[in-house]
């Protein structure tokens, strides 16, 4: 399938170092982006799919590292349906498991993570709710898992790992599962604070640094942050990605920021959800984490949407998070809200209001073009100008 995009107004390209791709138009091919900014008139006669963006803004689609998926768009903590549906109508695109910890009667035993990990994971190979693509099978680290297990993991596509929740007697023994995990390839995440709804063992600053992780989960709290001291410890003497979450604390959300702008690290700042939690299922969770943090800072909305798309995309190794040439044609054109009192949606952000969404695609495929069932309508609705798909995108009564 081919689509292309026209009259954009601003395309956000998912690099903070370069936020604003030059040009006003898009084309994607099989699931890839294949011209961003500029290309020729030609190219619109053999496009299936023609949308007329209006003069609104393009970006990557939001990529949420922190989300606890079980199986299927269920959350079974909080007998939620249709939670990863609704999040991808409030621009989330690719959804991260922070684990499957809220599976009913989870295993702890070595054995047991290790099926959950692997079923979790062989299950979301096969389903994409409303079109996201959801990353499952974070095995759980405990006592007891050896190199052999986590090369055994691997062997079956697990890529993802996480310390907080296993029986340890301190979180210091989490130091050589999280190497032997690393040994296997895998990106590791740990849970950092205090205790979320689980008992988790309360991380702090020396954990974390002893650790060395991939990526220190909700540094700001998920919700219980650490003490303020810790913060400068994990930004100087770690290497570990700094993941801000929705559910967490603001305050220190803010503090995370000001020391990665120290620390000139800016590189290091992710931002998710860590829900559905007791905090909320919030399906604009992402948005409004990146919100909060230009509209309450001196960044700019399309630098800060990085954090949110192109950073992630980098720490998790993943093909998207950026609106470039190879990338995986998964975006969003967002607009202001109407009866906003600016008339861009980066204006708006900056502003601190959310946007509205007004069209997803993801693996190149429309997944809804017009309102989103999620977030306010816009200023400007993009029009579809040719559609030579024999079909609706989605079948009935999931488009609002
Ligand atoms: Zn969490």
């Known amino acids: 399938m081919k689509i292309a995009i026209v009259n954009i107004g ?12 030059p040009g006003d138009r898009i084309l994607m091919e099989d699931g890839l982006l294949t011209k961003v900014g500029q ?32 199986f299927g768009d269920y959350a079974p903590r909080f007998a939620t349906t249709g939670f990863l549906k609704d999040y991808l109508y409030g621009g989330t695109t690719t959804a991260i498991s922070a684990s499957e910890v809220h599976v009913p009667g989870r295993p702890s035993d070595v054995e047991g993570v290790k099926a959950l990990a692997v079923a979790a ?9 409303a079109g996201m693509r959801v990353y499952g099978g974070n095995v759980l680290l405990e006592p007891g898992l050896t190199d052999e297990d986590f090369q ?11 310390a907080g929740f296993g029986s340890v007697k301190t979180p210091f023994d989490y130091v050589p599962l999280i190497q032997a995990a690393k040994r296997a390839g895998m990106i590791t995440n740990v849970h950092t604070g205090g205790a979320s709804l689980s008992l988790a063992n309360s991380i702090y600053g020396e954990h974390i640094v002893a650790m060395q992780p991939d990526v220190a989960f909700h540094i700001n709290g998920g919700p ?14 770690s290497s570990a990605a700094l993941q801000v979450c929705q559910a967490g604390n603001l305050r220190t959300a803010l503090k995370t920021l000001d020391l990665v702008t120290s620390y000139n690290c800016f590189d290091r700042f992710i931002i998710g959800t860590d829900t559905p939690t007791g905090i909320g299922t ?7 984490t990146v919100v909060e943090m230009c509209a309450l800072s001196d960044y700019s909305a399309e630098h800060m949407i990085a ?29 202001a809200a109407f009866g906003a009192s600016k008339s861009t949606a980066l204006e708006s952000m900056k502003n601190g209001d959310v946007v509205a969404d007004v069209a997803c695609f993801t693996a190149g495929i429309a997944r809804y073009i017009g309102r989103s069932r999620c977030t306010p309508p816009p200023m400007r609705i993009p029009e579809v100008v040719v559609n ?4 609706v995108f989605e079948p009935p009564g999931l488009l609002h």
């Open 39 to 70: 290309f020729d008139k030609a190219e619109l006669e053999g496009c299936d799919l023609v949308v007329d963006a209006k003069g609104v803004t393009a970006c990557p689609g939001l990529i949420d590292s922190h989300v606890h998926i079980a």
């Open 10 to 21: 601003t395309i956000v390209s998912g690099d903070w170092r370069a936020p604003i791709a």
């Open 121 to 129: 994971k062989k299950c979301w190979d096969n389903v994409r709710p």
């Open 388 to 391: 030579r798909i024999p079909s």
């Open 224 to 237: 219980i942050a650490i003490p303020d001291q810790d913060f400068e410890l994990i930004v100087r003497d």
């Open 307 to 335: 954090a949110a798309t192109g950073n992630v995309g980098k720490i998790y190794r993943l093909n998207c998070g950026f609106l470039r040439e190879g990338c995986d044609a998964d975006l969003l054109l967002i607009d």
């Open 282 to 288: 919030m399906p604009e969770g992402m948005i409004k």
């Open 152 to 162: 055994e993991l691997a062997g079956h596509g697990i890529w993802l790992a996480k």
